[in-house]
């Protein structure tokens, strides 16, 4: 029988080959043509900005309350909402880098730093969902009922909605 928590860990495996892709980008730096490199960076921007960030949005907003509310510490995801921000924090320097190198092959300057934007956001994605999956979810669902879990993802939907309508103004 599947898990009341199946169809956040679903999304979570929609998402993992775009997070996979972050550290592949990364690599391509120095070895990829200019037009490869760019399109690459272009691709994890938008996956980033428009489904990433959307995921974390609704996180925020409906899931990490409810595990505060189960754990009996309101504050008990603060650690997890951080990381959302630093994702933010990174996703903005990715933008101006990516703004930097659309008329050409990165420098050395600007290699570096977008090698260390992708490789640390694919870290930090990686070891949020790791926490997720390994900790949040097996509470969730030994504490949610099907119905409190069915309001919580449409809650999730409905806050991922509201960012993304904000996203495309």
Same mark, same amino acid.
């Given at each position: 029988?599947?898990?009341?928590?199946?169809?956040?860990?679903?999304?979570?495996?929609?998402?993992?080959?775009?997070?996979?892709?972050?550290?592949?980008?990364?690599?391509?730096?120095?070895?990829?043509?200019?037009?490869?490199?760019?399109?690459?960076?272009?691709?994890?921007?938008?996956?980033?900005?428009?489904?990433?960030?959307?995921?974390?949005?609704?996180?925020?907003?409906?899931?990490y309350p409810v595990i505060g509310k189960v754990m009996g510490a309101a504050r008990a995801t603060a650690t997890m909402s951080r990381d959302?921000?630093?994702?933010? #924090? !990174? %996703? =903005?320097?990715? /933008?101006?880098?990516?703004?930097?190198?659309?008329?050409?092959?990165?420098?050395?300057?600007? @290699?570096?730093?977008?090698?260390?934007?992708?490789?640390?956001?694919?870290?930090?994605?990686?070891?949020?969902?790791?926490?997720?999956?390994?900790?949040?979810?097996?509470?969730?669902?030994? #504490? !949610? %009922? =099907?119905?409190? /879990?069915?309001?919580?993802?449409?809650?999730?939907?409905?806050?991922?909605?509201?960012?993304? @309508?904000?996203?495309?103004?």
């Open positions: 029988m599947p898990s009341i928590m199946q169809p956040l860990r679903e999304e979570h495996q929609e998402l993992l080959p775009q997070i996979e892709r972050l550290r592949a980008v990364a690599d391509l730096i120095g070895d990829a043509s200019v037009e490869t490199l760019q399109r690459a960076v272009d691709e994890v921007y938008a996956f980033l900005t428009l489904h990433l960030i959307p995921h974390a949005h609704a996180e925020d907003a409906a899931l959302h921000v630093e994702v933010g #924090r !990174l %996703t =903005d320097e990715l /933008a101006a880098v990516r703004s930097e190198i659309a008329t050409g092959y990165p420098d050395e300057r600007q @290699a570096k730093a977008l090698r260390r934007i992708l490789y640390g956001l694919y870290a930090l994605i990686k070891v949020h969902f790791a926490k997720e999956e390994e900790i949040y979810l097996p509470l969730l669902e030994a #504490r !949610l %009922t =099907d119905d409190e /879990a069915r309001e919580l993802f449409g809650a999730m939907e409905h806050a991922a909605h509201q960012i993304k @309508a904000q996203l495309t103004r």
